[in-house]
């Protein structure tokens, strides 16, 4: 995964978890304006989220960070 995109991930996660909480979901559109200025990035994103970790369309955001950030959790 590219830098720019584990940056944003990260950066939109902690804003959502300041804004509504440990338990507010988010889905991998989060991270990309409503125009479609990125396909690229965000069919990395589509890919990392559905095919790498076959994610639900809402996850955690908390569990969205543990992943970029490689952190595992039991």
């Known amino acids: 995964m590219k830098q720019v995109l584990k940056d944003?991930?990260?950066?939109v996660c902690d804003k959502k978890i300041?804004?509504?909480?440990e338990n507010v979901g988010i889905?991998?559109?989060a991270f990309f304006k409503?125009?479609?200025?990125?396909?690229?990035l965000l069919m990395e994103a589509a890919t990392w989220w559905i095919e790498t970790h076959?994610?639900?369309h809402f996850e955690k955001a908390v569990k969205i960070?543990?992943?970029v950030l490689g952190i595992t959790t039991k």
């Open 27 to 29: 889905s991998f559109y």
């Open 18 to 21: 300041a804004a509504k909480g």
């Open 8 to 11: 944003k991930i990260l950066e």
């Open 54 to 56: 076959q994610l639900d």
């Open 34 to 40: 409503n125009k479609n200025d990125n396909p690229e």
């Open 65 to 67: 960070k543990q992943l």
